[in-house]
């Protein structure tokens, strides 16, 4: 137990782990890193999307709420960051080129360019440790998969050229912990917020919950109901829609973390 | 009495009060007209300027809570007053040019152009109706005044060409009642939400109470407490300084009604 400890205490040390991201020596998933710190999604535009991004994002605040937004060209996110270097600081990213996935890669550096920006996006994360920590299950954790999530009938406010349906994942909840899940929900607006719907998945124009549209299926068990937040997944699918000449993202799961904690954002 | 209430009856009449606002036979303050419905804060710009003040909205959300940013040159507000026009359907406006006032008009269509983005703002009108309602003395209101507004030693984040510090509003609070002031309006994030401070002027740069920046002066009672809220003069202030070439604004207390209650911005 103790040599368990040992080999995973360099996780919750600050230096370290932002010196191995970094450095390119760690490139997995930062789930489990730096608990307590709020980790945020990735989206890098050329300016010339920036206005409409920016309103897309204003315009539906559930499904994308920024943390952050970085001045062009700057990699260094002033309020949530400072001194940071989102080129280095995440441990792996994907480059689209007209909306087709170009490569993955750990470094962003030679891909950089005058007219970028970056926004940071809150993710579920944030809540979801909250709600473990008042003993609301969260299945995707218990099965060890990905999260389920769902294109629903649902239009998001159109903003410029971006547009599309809202994205939601879906977490099963037992029917005695469902007003907690909304109280903890609730209090996080800056990562999604409370759920968007509770209950039939087909009155948001879900066929099947065993079919995600992405991430993986997991469990509903008897006494559960199924619980949609808006999900992260919505801005990126309204962007890859509109398939940019540029757009650099995080890896799924590899996100980055801010200096900012989890309490930093709970909504009083 | 029932002469009175016969007389002022219109002022609670959606198609009375609007169809006068409308046609310039009413240009008076807002105050009062249609209780229970959202008042909005105008500023039109430029599309030009249009990226760096969202951005600036974005970054300093008390002093600046966005409610709804229209399409460039359209003047209907599709989220919270489909249907309305706002060349038209608020009872007074300010044109500026190069930063200086040119004239107050009570229609804005001749001065109209395509590149002209709207962005409504909310106005603490939404909050002090529900401290009215739950015993929270709002001073200004009882003595007949505007709310004394202060420029604090706060400096907003910037964000491209526009900066400045932050502008407060006070309102005196009995001690016994500050708990209340601060949990009603916590609950009021779209419109400057929680206090940004209570106590000491001097903290944040105020040198007399007695003498505001703008508005007026109102009496602090023995046993009151001077309490702060984040003011919607604070982006005013930063487009001013910045004296763009064509701005528009409503006209003090002259606000925009929107088709949203009171009650949809209450965060729950």
């Known amino acids: 137990m103790i040599g368990v400890r040992k080999l995973d205490a360099w996780k919750q040390d600050q230096n370290e782990v932002r010196k191995r991201i970094r450095e390119g020596t760690y490139t997995g998933p930062t789930t489990g890193l730096l608990n307590g710190y709020t980790q945020a999604n990735l989206v890098v535009l050329p300016q010339s999307l920036a206005y409409d991004f920016l309103l897309f994002c204003q315009r539906n605040p559930k499904p994308c709420p920024l943390l952050e937004v970085v001045d062009a060209g700057s990699a260094e996110p002033m309020i949530t960051a400072p001194g940071k270097d989102l080129r280095t600081d995440l441990p792996k990213y994907i480059i689209y080129r007209n909306g087709v996935k170009e490569q993955e890669v750990t470094d962003v550096t030679d891909y950089w360019r005058d007219d970028l920006v970056s926004f940071l996006l809150g993710c579920s994360f944030t809540f979801e440790s909250y709600m473990l920590e008042m003993g609301v299950p969260v299945r995707q954790i218990e099965e060890g998969v990905n999260v389920p999530m769902y294109v629903t009938n649902r239009e998001c406010h159109k903003a410029g050229v971006f547009e599309g349906n809202m994205v939601v994942s879906m977490r099963p909840i037992p029917e005695e912990k469902i007003t907690m899940a909304v109280q903890i929900t609730s209090r996080f607006p800056a990562v999604h917020g409370a759920p968007v719907h509770i209950g039939s998945p087909e009155k948001i124009g879900i066929i099947d919950l ?10 509903v068990k008897p006494g559960e109901i199924p619980v949609f937040w808006a999900c992260g997944v919505t801005p990126q699918a309204a962007i890859m829609k509109q398939k940019p000449e ?7 799961g590899h996100m980055f973390i801010t200096d900012k904690t989890d309490m930093e954002f709970f909504q009083l």
Do not use: C, L
């Open 210 to 219: 065993r079919r995600p549209d992405f991430g993986n299926a997991v469990t």
């Open 246 to 252: 540029f757009v650099i993202t995080h890896s799924p």
